[in-house]
C-alpha cells in the first residue's frame, strides 16, 4: 500500500531542467562544444560536477579540479540568474490539484531534487510548505543513480521505502528509485524512462488513483 510520494523537482513540477539547459549550453558553447537537447538528457538527475565531466567529455577537453570549479560555479551563477525570475505560473498544470489530493487521504509527501538550488526554486514557486521533507543536492553524498537521496527522503517522511511510491522525468532517477525499492512513475518517453512501472508524458496525467493502482 502506497504511503508516501516522493518528488523530483526539474520537469516534474516546473521546468527548471529547461534553465539547466540553458546555462550548460552556455558554458558549453564557451568551450566549443554546442551542447543538444539528447545530450543534455545525460546531464538530468545527476550532480553538478558530474554533468560538467559530461560536457567536458563531449568537447574532449581535460582541465584540472581547480579550472573545473570555476566552471562549474559560473554556470551556477548563470542558473541562478534565470531562477530568480520564476513565479507560480510556471509550475505544470495538474501538480497543485496532486498534492491537493494527496494531502487529503493523508499520504505523506516529501520532495528529492539532486539540485543545491531546489529550495530557492520552491521560495520562488511558493510551494515550500506542502512537503514534509525537502531534501536537495546539499544533503547528500551520491547522487543519482545512487538511491541515497530517495532512501533519505523516504526515512524524513516517515515512510517505509516499500510503501513509496517516487514521480521522475529522468533515467537516472528511475534507477535510483527502483535501487531504493520503491514504485516509480516516469514523466516524459517510454524509449528513455521504459523501467518505471508506470510512464506518463506530462505529471497532470497522474491522479490519486494512479498511485493507489501501484499500491
Given at each position: 500500500m502506497i504511503k508516501g510520494c516522493i518528488f523530483d523537482l526539474d520537469g516534474v513540477i516546473v521546468d527548471t531542467a529547461h534553465y539547466h539547459y540553458l546555462a550548460w549550453k552556455r558554458?558549453?558553447?564557451?568551450?566549443?562544444?554546442?551542447?543538444?537537447?539528447?545530450?543534455?538528457?545525460?546531464?538530468?538527475?545527476?550532480?553538478?560536477?558530474?554533468?560538467?565531466?559530461?560536457?567536458?567529455?563531449?568537447?574532449?577537453?581535460?582541465?584540472?579540479?581547480?579550472?573545473?570549479?570555476?566552471?562549474?560555479?559560473?554556470?551556477?551563477?548563470?542558473?541562478?540568474?534565470?531562477?530568480?525570475?520564476?513565479?507560480?505560473?510556471?509550475?505544470?498544470?495538474?501538480?497543485?490539484?496532486?498534492?491537493?489530493?494527496?494531502?487529503?487521504?493523508?499520504?505523506?509527501?516529501?520532495?528529492?531534487?539532486?539540485?543545491?538550488?531546489?529550495?530557492?526554486?520552491?521560495?520562488?514557486?511558493?510551494?515550500?510548505?506542502?512537503?514534509?521533507?525537502?531534501?536537495?543536492?546539499?544533503?547528500?553524498?551520491?547522487?543519482?543513480?545512487?538511491p541515497e537521496i530517495f532512501l533519505m527522503t523516504a526515512e524524513r517522511i516517515g515512510v517505509q521505502p516499500v510503501s513509496c511510491v517516487v514521480i521522475e522525468d529522468a533515467e537516472a532517477g528511475v534507477e535510483a528509485a527502483l535501487a531504493a525499492g520503491m514504485k516509480c512513475i516516469g514523466i516524459g518517453s517510454d524509449l528513455i524512462l521504459g523501467k518505471a512501472h508506470k510512464v506518463f508524458p506530462k505529471t497532470s496525467d497522474i491522479s490519486l488513483s494512479t498511485l493507489v493502482e501501484l499500491g
Open positions: 558554458l558549453a558553447h564557451e568551450l566549443g562544444h554546442h551542447l543538444t537537447e539528447m545530450e543534455n538528457e545525460k546531464l538530468k538527475g545527476v550532480s553538478r560536477m558530474e554533468s560538467l565531466n559530461v560536457i567536458l567529455d563531449l568537447a574532449s577537453i581535460s582541465l584540472n579540479e581547480e579550472h573545473k570549479q570555476m566552471l562549474a560555479n559560473k554556470k551556477n551563477i548563470w542558473f541562478n540568474d534565470y531562477i530568480e525570475r520564476m513565479d507560480p505560473n510556471e509550475i505544470f498544470p495538474g501538480v497543485h490539484e496532486l498534492l491537493a489530493s494527496l494531502k487529503e487521504v493523508g499520504l505523506r509527501v516529501g520532495l528529492a531534487s539532486s539540485s543545491r538550488n531546489a529550495q530557492t526554486v520552491l521560495r520562488q514557486l511558493r510551494i515550500q510548505n506542502q512537503f514534509h521533507a525537502i531534501i536537495d543536492g546539499s544533503m547528500i553524498r551520491h547522487t543519482k543513480p545512487d
